[in-house]
């Protein structure tokens, strides 16, 4: 008896010592800084990192698509090159890593507790970071992203990832569409700096990824321009429904990616290109966004430069007259962010999508279903809204549609009339878009017209245009090199390789 | 009860003992008695107290009082035997002397004998079956070095020991046996009298700029111990110590003994040391060419590619007139004392220094108190507290930093003229990028740490019956570091944010309990020792950082005085836990074959539970074949010994998940930051084998040590750049092989040894060599991201090179390896996207020869440092070159073709076009940013460097104040770093890159942006009351 109540006592006393040393030994956790957290709490960034991830990028993609222009001639991406660096892969980062697992956090979250709505929101994102990734990038690690212990990965084609942008929007949809006690607007309200809480913009945001997706491949013959317009129609139905990232623009972290604090755009000017289209030169009438979009150099002329050419006028004075003035809208950059404009202000809300973009590819989808009616009101509509969107007076923005710049005979309504117009809509803040008209249509000069491609190409094109942005470079080129091989990206001219969603 | 009385009442013992020694040896001496007085002194002079003495022959005798004194009743033809341990027997004849003085000496075999080798434990070195080096607290004062990690350098075979510049207080790194972790630190465990010690330099990642380890350097904490308080240092190389220390002993352990307080009369020492130091060997530049761009002047550009200076220009010589002389003094003073039971060694220091650089000084006070108590003749106690305050003020170094900007400075202005009339910063250029003028940076930005600290430790050792004995020590080591930096609105760096201050504040502690119990046995010519223990380690350190831009008033230098809008704070906390139990048993036969195995099972909270456990053995044999040979004057000695051991070391802490970073984008909130977490983690395994021998010749005058090692470690945990596809930037991972090997030796000669005169000389050779067997993941390519300092040269592994090696980017070549020439410009053409080997930071080999004379009262020592091979990349040279300072190339007017062949499409057919194409570098700038970077590796860096030169000379005792005030006293020149000898055409190529916290093998071997070593000479004086 005494020895077995000893023999007790001493188990207890190891258990007991065994207990403590594990308490002892649970100090793995930093206690700075959390391991999850709650859905609210992941979102804002996650919407920073949206706009940051097109934004980065499109200052290379500006260059191809000719928004803008690098003031030293001979950028190599003027040239349509791919030189070995990071810089035009930054949708790259952001898809895997910016967003990449932090959606998982939040979809964790929200389904444990309920709030369907995140769920929804998170999938929503995924879906338009695959898409709109994919559309830079063409081939991209698919089937095995983010798989635990996993370290060397496989390429997937792009016709995968689309179908996962459809799937992945089907069950947003769901979740966007589910009630319950802890989905509410004023849950969402809480992380949701874009729509506030309202899970039915989200919905309309979805409907946007699948218009874009199912619109992308139009020179397919599984093309279907009624799911495109049925899309649209579901869809950003007004400027109110404008997907727009808030950027307070207090310093530099919470500054908008092109406003003159973060000093991003201070290299670039504006291309010939939008100049004219804007200018009276390519169309009939002056535009009334261009003072709201560009900025005239002191005497009063709006200028831009071509194509690898460089800006003549960039050491010249800041008191010159001819001396073209930044995108910000100053002669020189001031971080003082006076006079900044348009989406070039430090706090200014940065558009991941638009009604006016949706109107134009319904007009262009219109078209394609020989429902020319349907298509010149998609088109208007396109112009007034991006006017209303950017600011013009309702009465300059009439003025305007009266004018011959604006097609208003529906037969006569072209893909070129859509295109251009979309071209201008998407001016500085679509240029993702943009890159995949072009491509689609091959940069034809017969859609967008005045447009020249620069004269010289770089010496690994092998006289092609540019169609992909490589991998990272920092990601795949040094740490998954060999998978690199299997989709030819170790290749020169890789970046010239055509798209899945532009080929027949 | 009787040694205690008679040793703690002085007065009494010799009456006392006189009386009793008197009636014991009564009966063997009935006649011819006579008394003899004397006194036992060392070699230093210095009396010696409880010495005992035995009358040959007899059991009579006396033990020596405070004063080193005796009187003693002896025949008038006896013989007296002095003994005391730690010093040879002496025997003196007595002859009618009544009056006598024997001086001891230190037996240095005995005080060899013993090695401490673990927690207060010391084994017999003779059962050792790897090697370990010993160096003496004499030695290390000596040498004179504010860090005493520098005054290690080509003391230790096996060791590389290098400080990261020559500014005071800059960090300074020792690796043993080469690197065994490709990211975790590769630095020894500091363990002082059985206590851990931390130390960490402090990482700027804990910073709100969260900057990289290479524009600011940080003391390596460890410097704070006062290095006159070290009796010994005991450098154990390899795995072997990590049984009973641990893991983090993976990497070798640094065991420092500290001085105790001496049985005796009370003693008071002071000491001094006045040092003036001045730089030595800053890379040249050119004055011949003024500011401008393709030979016409540009005044916006600091880059010297403009025409010539006229004859009229006045020239300056700016290094001059910046650079300053540096002084540092020091001041010791210690107080000890103590009779058998009670010992107190209480020593203080302080040092001013002010460094070479205007601006960078150090300040430090060091108390630390050290006393042993015997509570009951089976219970001994001792204490060790130590406080620590440094100041230091440093200069920015690197890309932004003082040499830089001094270095690409125009001859034709005056650095001085750093203030315009109205006070504000004078400009060069009119362009607001302008680097800072070093002399406004040195005044205007402020870069000062300052710690405070906090050491103790208790031990208690219990020797219940004579063959056991057990041992329990509390230790913690607690302190304060606080900086701060300042960029001054004007400054460079300060000129956006238009002023910037950051602060931190670091709290550390680290504390650590321990328990051994040994036991010893011997039945027959069978010795056994058992010895069992557990080691409790606790680690934590909490950063808090605050930054503050927007300056309102200029010259204030506070957080208050920035807008309150753009602070910014940052907390980080990293806590870490280890327990550890480990047994290690040894056998003897006879004492002529030892074998020792030892096994340690360590708990860590930085590995998942599942694996936080893990268990490490290890084996050592030791042959001491001398003893089967007959007793000989040629071979004294000789000791063969082998050893294996493992180790395994856990990961660094908060690795296991992923952890979430605060954004600071709109809204606020959490994402993932960049290091994927890895719930699998296992412990990285090191294996070592090593064999070698001892030997000893010629009654020790000539004394060989030789080992061979080879260690190889596996499941490396780094976290290496991975694809984005796993959601992170970095992962960290179990991955990776790497071998470390060498050839270590040390040879001690005495060649001469006279009553008056002694000459030893001790060479120590180290050659080591590595190899990387598999990278992480396998990829082709691994690089250390630290080392990454300028142009395209970085730290990066190869698969199956050594892990030392330069990697570069090299030109683009055709199949035949000619140089392809762009055909637009002539310039050749890099190929920028691969990096490849380009050379190799290893040496041949290292030696040290240490000489050490003594003539009477003088004494002259030096030290060599000598290496052989391994490549240098001159940053430096580099920078200067594509900045137009660069002293190379000094006809620019000389048309130069480039070799190669042209890119024209034939490069690769069986004529390729010859270049032809001929630049004037003059009038072609970009002539001088065509080179790739690895032809700035210098190749085969071999130096020759005096480190120390030491002469000192004691004085007779009777000649300062006979003796009775003044009881010793020597003066002491040494000269430190006085010249190097080296095919190195740049500064110093021993300097680091990075400071001592960038992990793996380091940025030792990339110049860039840092200060070389000043030469110094100090003067210094040693008094004893």
């Known amino acids: 008896m005494q020895h077995k109540f000893s023999r007790i006592f001493f188990i207890?006393?190891?258990?007991?010592?065994?207990?403590?040393?594990?308490?002892?030994?649970?100090?793995?956790?930093?206690?700075?800084?959390?391991?999850?957290?709650?859905?609210?709490?992941?979102?804002?960034?996650?919407?920073?990192?949206?706009?940051?991830?097109?934004?980065?990028?499109?200052?290379?993609?500006?260059?191809?698509?000719?928004?803008?222009?690098?003031?030293?001639?001979?950028?190599?991406?003027?040239?349509?090159?791919?030189?070995?660096?990071?810089?035009?892969?930054?949708?790259?980062?952001?898809?895997?890593?910016?967003?990449?697992?932090?959606?998982?956090?939040?979809?964790?979250?929200?389904?444990?507790?309920?709030?369907?709505?995140?769920?929804?929101?998170?999938?929503?994102?995924?879906?338009?970071?695959?898409?709109?990734?994919?559309?830079?990038?063409?081939?991209?690690?698919?089937?095995?992203?983010?798989?635990?212990?996993?370290?060397?990965?496989?390429?997937?084609?792009?016709?995968?990832?689309?179908?996962?942008?459809?799937?992945?929007?089907?069950?947003?949809?769901e979740l966007l569409n589910r009630q319950g006690e802890a989905s509410t607007t004023a849950i969402l309200a809480r992380g949701d700096l874009v729509y506030a809480g309202d899970a039915t913009k989200w919905t309309k945001f979805v409907y946007g990824v699948l218009a874009r997706n199912a619109n992308h491949t139009s020179n397919k013959s599984t093309y279907d321009p009624r799911k495109v317009i049925e899309y649209v129609d579901k869809a950003l139905a007004s400027n109110s429904d404008n997907f727009l990232v808030p950027h307070a623009g207090n310093n530099t972290d919470d500054s908008n990616f092109y406003g003159p604090l973060r000093n991003n755009l201070t290299v670039y000017r504006p291309s010939t290109y939008i100049v004219n289209l804007l200018d009276s030169v390519l169309l009939p009438a002056r535009d009334p966004r261009l003072p709201i979009l560009l900025t005239p150099s002191l005497d009063g002329k709006y200028r831009g430069i071509n194509p690898g050419a460089g800006d003549p006028t960039n050491s010249a004075a800041a008191s010159s007259p001819t001396k073209l003035p930044t995108l910000f809208g100053t002669i020189v950059r001031s971080t003082a962010d006076k006079g900044s404009k348009f989406i070039f202000r430090d706090n200014a809300t940065f558009p991941i999508m638009t009604y006016a973009e949706m109107q134009f590819i319904k007009a262009e989808a219109a078209i394609r279903a020989n429902d020319p009616a349907m298509a010149l009101t998609a088109y208007t509509n396109g112009i007034k809204a991006h006017m209303d969107f950017v600011g013009v007076t309702a009465a300059n923005r009439d003025k305007y549609i009266a004018s011959a710049a604006v097609v208003k005979d529906a037969s006569a309504l072209t893909i070129s009339d859509v295109m251009i117009q979309k071209y201008i809509a998407l001016w500085g803040i679509g240029a993702a878009e943009t890159w995949v008209d072009m491509r689609r249509y091959a940069y034809n000069k017969d859609i967008w017209k005045g447009f020249a491609l620069p004269t010289v190409l770089s010496s690994d094109n092998g006289g092609k245009l540019i169609q992909r942005a490589r991998p990272r470079f920092n990601s795949e080129y040094v740490w998954n090199a060999e998978s690199l091989k299997t989709i030819g990206a170790d290749q020169p001219d890789y970046h010239t390789k055509e798209m899945w969603f532009a080929l027949p | 009860m009787l040694k205690y009385y008679l040793t703690s009442t002085p007065v009494l013992l010799r009456k006392m003992l006189g009386v009793f020694l008197l009636i014991l040896g009564f009966g063997a001496t009935a006649f011819a008695q006579q008394r003899v007085n004397g006194k036992v002194l060392d070699a230093d002079g210095t009396a010696l107290p409880g010495v005992s003495i035995l009358i040959q022959g007899t059991e009579k005798g006396t033990v020596t009082g405070i004063e080193g004194e005796f009187s003693l009743d002896v025949p008038a033809d006896a013989v007296l035997e002095f003994?005391?341990?730690?010093?040879?027997?002496?025997?003196?004849?007595?002859?009618?002397?009544?009056?006598?003085?024997?001086?001891?000496?230190?037996?240095?075999?005995?005080?060899?004998?013993?090695?401490?080798?673990?927690?207060?434990?010391?084994?017999?070195?003779?059962?050792?079956?790897?090697?370990?080096?010993?160096?003496?607290?004499?030695?290390?004062?000596?040498?004179?070095?504010?860090?005493?990690?520098?005054?290690?350098?080509?003391?230790?075979?096996?060791?590389?020991?290098?400080?990261?510049?020559?500014?005071?207080?800059?960090?300074?790194?020792?690796?043993?046996?080469?690197?065994?972790?490709?990211?975790?630190?590769?630095?020894?465990?500091?363990?002082?009298?059985?206590?851990?010690?931390?130390?960490?330099?402090?990482?700027?990642?804990?910073?709100?700029?969260d900057r990289p380890n290479r524009d600011n350097d940080y003391t390596n904490r460890a410097a704070d111990i006062n290095s006159n308080d070290i009796e010994s240092i005991t450098v154990l190389k390899g795995p072997e110590a990590a049984a009973i220390y641990g893991a983090n002993a993976g990497n070798g352990a640094i065991v420092i003994t500290t001085k105790k307080g001496q049985v005796g009369r009370g003693k008071l020492s002071y000491d001094n040391a006045f040092r003036v130091e001045q730089v030595y060997r800053i890379p040249e530049t050119q004055s011949v060419f003024g500011q401008g761009n393709n030979g016409i002047t540009d005044l916006n550009t600091r880059r010297t590619f403009g025409p010539a200076y006229g004859s009229e220009v006045q020239l300056y010589n700016n290094r001059d007139n910046f650079f300053r002389q540096g002084f540092s003094q020091r001041h010791n003073m210690v107080f000890e004392g103590g009779s058998k039971d009670v010992t107190y060694r209480w020593s203080n220091s302080f040092q001013d220094y002010k460094g070479v650089i205007p601006g960078n000084s150090l300040q430090n006070f060091s108390s630390r108190l050290v006393g042993s108590v015997q509570l009951s003749p089976k219970v001994r106690a001792e204490t060790n507290f130590?406080?620590?305050?440094?100041?230091?003020?440093?200069?920015?170094?690197?890309?932004?930093?003082?040499?830089?900007?001094?270095?690409?400075?125009?001859?034709?202005?005056?650095?001085?003229?750093?203030?315009?009339?109205?006070?504000?910063?004078?400009?060069?250029?009119?362009?607001?990028?302008?680097?800072?003028?070093?002399?406004?940076?040195?005044?205007?930005?402020?870069?000062?740490?300052?710690?405070?600290?906090?050491?103790?430790?208790?031990?208690?050792?219990?020797?219940?019956?004579?063959?056991?004995?057990?041992?329990?020590?509390?230790?913690?080591?607690?302190?304060?570091?606080?900086?701060?930096?300042?960029?001054?609105?004007?400054?460079?760096?300060?000129?956006?944010?238009?002023?910037?201050?950051?602060?931190?504040?670091?709290?550390?502690?680290?504390?650590?309990?321990?328990?051994?119990?040994?036991?010893?046995?011997?039945?027959?010519?069978?010795?056994?020792?058992?010895?069992?223990?557990?080691?409790?380690?606790?680690?934590?350190?909490?950063v808090n950082s605050i930054r503050g831009q927007k300056f309102f008033d200029p010259d204030f230098y506070s957080i208050n005085n920035t807008d309150q809008t753009t602070h910014r704070a940052k907390n980080s906390i990293v806590r870490k836990h280890l327990i550890g139990v480990f047994a290690q048993a040894e056998i003897n036969y006879d004492e002529l074959v030892y074998l020792t195995a030892t096994g340690r099972n360590d708990w860590t909270s930085t590995l998942p539970p599942e694996n936080r456990s893990y268990f490490f053995p290890s084996m050592g044999l030791s042959f001491l074949a001398s003893k089967l040979i007959p007793e000989n004057n040629v071979l004294t000695y000789l000791k063969l010994r082998a050893s294996y051991a493992e180790v395994a070391k856990d990961a660094p802490p908060h690795r296991i998940g992923s952890i979430l970073e605060p954004r600071l984008t709109t809204g606020g909130g959490y994402s993932y930051g960049f290091f994927g977490g890895n719930p699998g983690l296992k412990p990285e395994y090191v294996v070592a084998r090593e064999v070698g021998f001892e030997a000893r010749f010629f009654k020790d005058r000539v004394t060989l040590d030789f080992a061979h090692f080879f260690r190889t470690s596996y499941d490396q945990i780094s976290p290496p750049r991975t694809s984005y596809g796993t959601g992170f930037v970095l992962s960290y991972i179990n991955s990776g092989t790497l071998s470390n090997w060498g050839y270590e030796a040390s040879l001690g000669i005495t060649p001469v040894k006279t009553q008056n005169i002694t000459w030893s000389v001790n060479f120590n050779f180290t050659r080591l060599d590595s190899r990387a067997d598999r990278l992480p993941l396998d990829l082709p390519e691994y690089y250390v991201a630290d080392s990454w300092l300028f142009g395209n040269v970085r730290n990066s592994l190869f698969k199956g090179g050594p892990l030392t090696t330069f990697g570069a980017v090299d030109y683009l070549r055709?199949?035949?390896?000619?140089?392809?020439?762009?055909?637009?410009?002539?310039?050749?053409?890099?190929?920028?996207?691969?990096?490849?080997?380009?050379?190799?930071?290893?040496?041949?080999?290292?030696?040290?020869?240490?000489?050490?004379?003594?003539?009477?009262?003088?004494?002259?020592?030096?030290?060599?440092?000598?290496?052989?091979?391994?490549?240098?990349?001159?940053?430096?040279?580099?920078?200067?070159?594509?900045?137009?300072?660069?002293?190379?190339?000094?006809?620019?007017?000389?048309?130069?073709?480039?070799?190669?062949?042209?890119?024209?499409?034939?490069?690769?057919?069986?004529?390729?076009?010859?270049?032809?194409?001929?630049?004037?570098?003059?009038?072609?700038?970009?002539?001088?940013?065509?080179?790739?970077?690895?032809?700035?590796?210098?190749?085969?860096?071999?130096?020759?460097?005096?480190?120390?030169?030491?002469?000192?000379?004691?004085?007779?005792?009777?000649?300062?104040?006979?003796?009775?005030?003044?009881?010793?006293?020597?003066?002491?020149?040494?000269?430190?770093?006085?010249?190097?000898?080296?095919?190195?055409?740049?500064?110093?190529?021993?300097?680091?890159?990075?400071?001592?916290?960038s992990p793996g093998a380091g940025s030792v071997g990339f110049d860039y942006g840092t200060l070389a070593n000043p030469r110094g000479v100090t003067l210094g004086v040693r008094l004893g009351l």
């Open chain 1, 12 to 173: 207890g006393l190891l258990a007991l010592l065994a207990s403590s040393c594990d308490e002892f030994l649970d100090v793995n956790t930093d206690i700075s800084k959390p391991q999850t957290a709650s859905a609210p709490v992941l979102l804002p960034p996650m919407l920073s990192d949206m706009a940051r991830g097109e934004q980065f990028d499109s200052r290379f993609v500006g260059q191809f698509v000719q928004y803008w222009h690098n003031v030293t001639a001979g950028s190599t991406y003027e040239a349509h090159g791919s030189p070995s660096s990071d810089a035009n892969a930054e949708k790259w980062r952001s898809h895997y890593y910016a967003i990449g697992l932090n959606v998982d956090l939040i979809i964790t979250d929200a389904e444990a507790k309920e709030q369907w709505n995140y769920a929804g929101v998170a999938r929503a994102i995924r879906a338009w970071s695959w898409q709109t990734s994919t559309d830079h990038h063409g081939d991209m690690i698919f089937k095995q992203a983010w798989e635990p212990g996993r370290f060397i990965f496989d390429f997937d084609s792009q016709d995968q990832i689309y179908e996962e942008v459809r799937r992945l929007s089907t069950e947003a949809l």
């Open chain 2, 83 to 209: 003994n005391f341990l730690g010093y040879l027997k002496q025997i003196v004849v007595v002859k009618n002397r009544t009056a006598i003085t024997v001086t001891m000496e230190a037996d240095s075999k005995v005080l060899d004998e013993f090695v401490v080798t673990g927690m207060g434990l010391k084994t017999k070195k003779d059962a050792l079956g790897y090697s370990t080096t010993t160096v003496s607290g004499k030695e290390i004062v000596e040498s004179q070095r504010d860090n005493w990690f520098n005054s290690l350098a080509a003391r230790i075979p096996g060791a590389s020991v290098g400080n990261t510049s020559g500014m005071a207080g800059s960090s300074s790194l020792i690796n043993l046996r080469g690197t065994s972790s490709l990211f975790g630190s590769n630095q020894p465990l500091i363990v002082v009298d059985g206590v851990l010690v931390d130390n960490s330099t402090f990482n700027q990642g804990a910073l709100v700029s």
């Open chain 2, 386 to 542: 130590a406080y620590i305050n440094s100041v230091n003020d440093k200069v920015f170094r690197g890309a932004n930093g003082v040499l830089l900007n001094l270095l690409s400075w125009p001859a034709n202005d005056d650095i001085r003229q750093y203030e315009t009339a109205a006070g504000t910063r004078r400009r060069l250029l009119s362009s607001a990028t302008e680097l800072d003028n070093p002399l406004f940076n040195a005044d205007r930005n402020l870069n000062q740490d300052q710690t405070n600290r906090f050491q103790g430790s208790i031990n208690l050792i219990i020797e219940p019956v004579k063959w056991l004995s057990m041992r329990a020590t509390l230790g913690t080591d607690r302190y304060t570091q606080s900086g701060v930096t300042v960029e001054h609105p004007e400054s460079n760096a300060g000129l956006t944010a238009n002023g910037q201050i950051e602060s931190y504040i670091a709290i550390n502690r680290l504390d650590n309990a321990n328990f051994t119990a040994r036991a010893n046995k011997k039945v027959g010519k069978l010795g056994a020792s058992l010895l069992i223990g557990t080691q409790i380690v606790s680690n934590r350190s909490d």
């Open chain 2, 814 to 997: 055709n199949d035949n390896g000619d140089i392809l020439i762009n055909p637009g410009n002539g310039l050749p053409e890099l190929n920028t996207n691969v990096f490849t080997v380009a050379g190799d930071r290893n040496p041949d080999f290292t030696m040290g020869i240490y000489n050490n004379f003594s003539f009477k009262d003088f004494s002259l020592s030096f030290l060599f440092d000598i290496r052989r091979g391994g490549d240098v990349f001159n940053g430096n040279a580099a920078f200067l070159y594509s900045n137009g300072y660069s002293t190379r190339l000094i006809d620019r007017t000389q048309p130069y073709v480039f070799k190669g062949v042209l890119r024209d499409g034939r490069q690769n057919t069986d004529n390729p076009t010859p270049n032809t194409l001929a630049i004037v570098p003059q009038y072609q700038t970009g002539f001088f940013g065509a080179l790739s970077d690895a032809d700035y590796i210098e190749k085969d860096i071999n130096w020759v460097r005096m480190r120390e030169l030491s002469l000192s000379y004691r004085f007779p005792t009777g000649i300062v104040g006979g003796g009775k005030f003044v009881r010793s006293a020597s003066v002491f020149v040494t000269g430190n770093d006085l010249f190097i000898i080296t095919n190195y055409t740049g500064a110093d190529p021993a300097v680091n890159g990075n400071s001592a916290a």
